[in-house]
């Protein structure tokens, strides 16, 4: 059974940084593509980050380019999100996600293109 369980969030005042972990059960951790997702309050999911299996390429939503950053280490099965310079408006709860099918060279950006989610992290940014 796949467990993706997140960690770091919490409340930070605009202009801070955080860094979301997400932490991934099973020895084939390295073979996924994997993707950050948020939620706000009354809002749908909305992409925020993915990257490779291989960790050779990364994929952002424009909102967030050049403040946050996605990396993953196959050593200890966890993949991060740095972000820096948040935003009121980024207060959500944030999920990682994992692709179903190993190997995938490609960057997924839609909930669909998902298939194991964890429980989620809130992220609170103060004005």
């Known amino acids: 059974q796949v467990q993706l369980v997140e960690s770091g969030g919490g409340l930070v005042q605009a202009g801070g940084s955080l860094r979301l972990s997400c932490a991934a059960s099973?020895?084939?951790?390295?073979?996924?593509?994997l993707g950050w997702f948020r939620q706000a309050p009354g809002k749908e999911r909305e992409f925020v980050a993915s990257?490779?299996?291989?960790?050779?390429?990364?994929n952002y939503a424009d909102s967030v380019k050049g403040r946050f950053t996605i990396s993953r280490d196959n050593a200890k099965n966890t993949v991060y999100l740095q972000m820096n310079s948040l935003r009121p408006e980024e207060t959500a709860v944030y999920y990682c996600?994992?692709?179903?099918?190993?190997?995938?060279?490609?960057?997924?950006?839609?909930?669909?293109?998902?298939?194991?989610w964890g429980q989620g992290t809130q992220v609170t940014v103060s004005s």
């Open positions: 996600a994992r692709r179903r099918y190993a190997f995938e060279t490609g960057l997924y950006s839609r909930s669909d293109d998902y298939a194991y």
């Open positions: 099973g020895r084939t951790f390295s073979i996924y593509a």
């Open positions: 990257i490779s299996w291989n960790g050779a390429s990364t």
